[in-house]
């Protein structure tokens, strides 16, 4: 077995044959795995173990429907206008050099997928599962809606163990406390108009939605089981030093983002007594790799980026003061 990654540069596109194919594809192995991305152009890509002679004729399948039916052309020069910001950001500094469509690429990854041991791999690709699992009846639905997902994952949330790690330096550990670090980290991006403007929409759409949320704040569901059973098994890898905080990336890649990122953050990672507390926390580990795989998810179920920041806004603001909301 090798890991591989097949992507399908592909337009989007309403009700592709492609799309049926992943899912029956995902339906049989069960050792794989999907997401959507901008590199190098638009494209889905499947990946997961297998062996030579089976990747090669899952490959010609999708070279072939793909030929059968091809996707409409973009304009490039757009297409990079658009998302250099964000290669920008992701620190991604070669995703648009070549722009590919309409067209099927194979790699064999021999470098554990980024992944600093063949273990975090394993993790990564179970909690792919787990949201394949309950996600994939809606993925590439136009219709999908952010707040019953944020129902979804707010049982998981409220279950995980809520710690006060610094009272001086409102340092928690729990499972809402990512959702404010991203949120705020959206609101330190913004001008100051663009962040009132944010908060305000966020402030007024949440005043009904977290009376939705209240009632699914003690209803565990499938879903909520999958993801204790990550964070169990996060929390012993954490214990025999498998990963951190900081995995799968190395120092000089969490300096490049914590240079950028806001006051909040720095003082955090920067602050030895502070970062010590961070780097082993099992609970603020197992939300770090959840939300970054469900994100990927998020893509699938055409949410938007900032319908994305909303359900970060509206679940931390179900634990967290107001001040503490908007810092």
């Not at 990747?55 to 020069?77: G, R, V």
């Not at 297409?79 to 964000?86: A, C, E, G, I, L």
């Not at 670090?181 to 929409?201: A, D, F, P």
């Amino acid at each position: 077995m090798n890991f591989y990654e097949m992507k399908i540069y592909m337009n989007d596109m309403d009700n592709h044959p492609i799309y049926s194919s992943i899912r029956s594809l995902l339906e049989e192995e069960s050792v794989l795995s999907h997401k959507k991305s901008f590199e190098n152009g638009y494209h889905l890509t499947v990946f997961g173990w297998l062996t030579q002679d089976r990747m090669n004729q899952i490959s010609t399948e999708f070279t072939s429907l793909l030929l059968a039916y091809p996707t409409e052309k973009y304009d490039e020069t757009a297409f990079r206008n658009s998302y250099r910001k964000v290669a920008e950001i992701a620190l991604k500094e070669n995703a648009l050099t070549e722009i590919h469509q309409n067209k099927v690429l194979v790699s064999k990854r021999q470098d554990l997928y980024g992944f600093q041991n063949k273990e975090q791999l394993e993790i990564y690709l179970r909690i792919n599962q787990v949201f394949d699992r309950w996600f994939m009846p809606s993925y590439w639905k136009r219709d999908n809606n952010i707040l019953s997902i944020t129902k979804e994952m707010t049982p998981f949330c409220t279950n995980l163990p809520d710690v006060v790690l610094s009272k001086e330096h409102a340092l928690y550990s729990n499972g809402f406390v990512s959702h404010l670090s991203h949120y705020l980290g959206l609101l330190h991006s913004l001008s100051e108009k663009n962040k009132q403007m944010i908060v305000e929409r966020f402030e007024q759409a949440a005043e009904k939605d977290r009376e939705t949320l209240k009632e699914s704040l003690e209803k565990d569901n499938g879903l909520t089981k999958d993801l204790n059973e990550i964070y169990h098994e996060i929390k012993d890898a954490v214990q025999r030093g498998v990963l951190n905080f900081h995995s799968p990336h190395d120092d000089a890649h969490i300096e490049k983002k914590v240079a950028t990122s806001s006051k909040r953050h720095q003082h955090a990672l920067a602050t030895p007594e502070l970062n010590k507390l961070i780097l082993k926390d099992p609970v603020l580990i197992a939300n770090r790799w959840i939300l970054n795989v469900l994100y990927e998810k998020l893509v699938l179920l055409n949410i938007k980026p900032l319908e994305k920041f909303y359900m970060n806004y509206l679940l931390c603001s179900m634990r967290f003061q107001k001040e503490e909301v908007y810092a």
